[in-house]
């Protein structure tokens, strides 16, 4: 009897532990800017457009180059209660629906913020004063495409 309990919570717990590493996918995004700042200087840097792919399982974000699918970045989720942005014209600060989170990976730490409307990484490498940030806007959902069509590129 206890060995049939303990196998029982053991299913039981890893069942929860794949429901929770099942990454859905939660929007797509168009880069559309690209800058380095060194100490007061902002500096645009030449880009084509790039499309990312996001996931998330709850815990980690997941974003994917297109075209790239088997490379991505992961992102530990800290915030999900909203984030801070002002409108152009100025004003108050207002919270938005979305979340934070964070990578730490060869010496190179990077700042995620995800919204419905845009992401934003933000690059501090471990061995330089420069930082990098890349905005990129909510991308238009592309119809379903049938198994082993070649996806055309999305448009912002």
């Known amino acids: 009897m206890m060995r049939i309990s303990s196998i ?3 299913l039981a717990l890893a069942s929860a532990a ?12 168009l880069l559309q800017a690209h800058f380095k700042i060194t100490g007061e ?16 399982d709850g815990i980690r ?11 991505h970045s992961t992102f530990e989720i800290y915030r999900s209660d909203g984030i801070g942005r002002q409108r152009i014209g100025g004003g108050a600060l207002e919270v938005i629906p979305g979340l934070q989170a964070t990578s730490h990976t060869g010496g190179v730490l990077r700042h995620l913020r ?5 992401m934003t990484i933000t690059t501090f490498p471990g061995v330089s004063n420069q930082t ?25």
């Open 8 to 10: 029982a919570i053991s």
């Open 18 to 29: 794949a429901a929770a590493a099942e990454f859905k996918h939660v929007g797509d995004f």
């Open 41 to 56: 200087k902002m500096t645009p840097i030449p880009m084509k457009p790039i499309a990312f792919h996001v996931h998330t």
């Open 61 to 71: 974000v997941r974003v994917t180059a297109e075209g790239e699918e088997d490379s």
């Open 114 to 118: 995800l919204s419905r409307e845009s």
């Open 132 to 156: 990098i940030i890349s905005h990129a806007i909510a991308a238009e959902p592309r119809a379903a495409m049938p198994p082993g069509a070649i996806s055309p590129p999305m448009k912002p």
